[in-house]
């Protein structure tokens, strides 16, 4: 399959996993239940690259996972990509930033192309608008903390490995 790809994926800690699963049963209460990949922990995707590199990543994973702390961040925010995205963000900080860059140092002229996100629901226009009230009214800025990294592949999903960050700053 010609768009199968690897995702390296930042997840939270199991707190931070339950937060957010509270504001996606929000949305589900109210009839809203999105296209989003809905059988894998809330996370950040780092970046992408294609299954050619298995071996290289998982080399990467292990090795970057080793030398990083758990990152502290503030989720501060709700945003949109377009009309088909609602996402919480995160208060940027250098740590996730470094983290990221890690993975993929290819950051851009002058601009970085990555945004950080955990999507919430995923949809159609007309959805997303009726949505953005219900979640905007509940939402509270909040902290949370990076734990992990793992390697999917998708589509079809496939869980390769995670490596946990270390436990001490």
Not at 13 to 38: H, M, P, R, S
Not at 99 to 114: A, M, P, S, T, V
Not at 115 to 134: M, R, S
Request: with cysteine; charged share 20%.
């Amino acid at each position: 399959m010609q768009d199968k790809a690897l995702y390296f994926i930042a997840n939270f800690d199991e707190e931070t996993q339950g937060v957010l699963a509270g504001y996606y049963d929000i949305l589900y209460q109210n009839g809203f239940v999105g296209k989003q990949t809905k059988d894998i922990p809330y996370h950040f995707t780092l970046g992408s690259r294609s299954v050619n590199h298995e071996e290289q990543m998982i080399n990467e994973l292990d090795i970057i996972c080793s030398e990083t702390s758990c990152i502290d961040i503030s989720l501060g925010y709700i945003g949109l990509f377009g009309q088909r995205v609602i996402f919480v963000a995160p208060c940027m900080n250098f740590e996730l930033q470094r983290l990221q860059n890690r993975f993929f140092n290819d950051g851009g002229i002058g601009c970085h192309k990555w945004a950080a996100h955990a999507t919430l629901l995923w949809d159609e226009p007309q959805v997303i608008l009726k949505a953005i009230p219900i979640i905007t009214e509940k939402f509270k800025p909040f902290k949370a903390r990076i734990e992990s990294v793992a390697l999917y592949e998708f589509f079809p999903k496939r869980f390769i490995k995670e490596c946990d960050l270390n436990q001490i700053k």
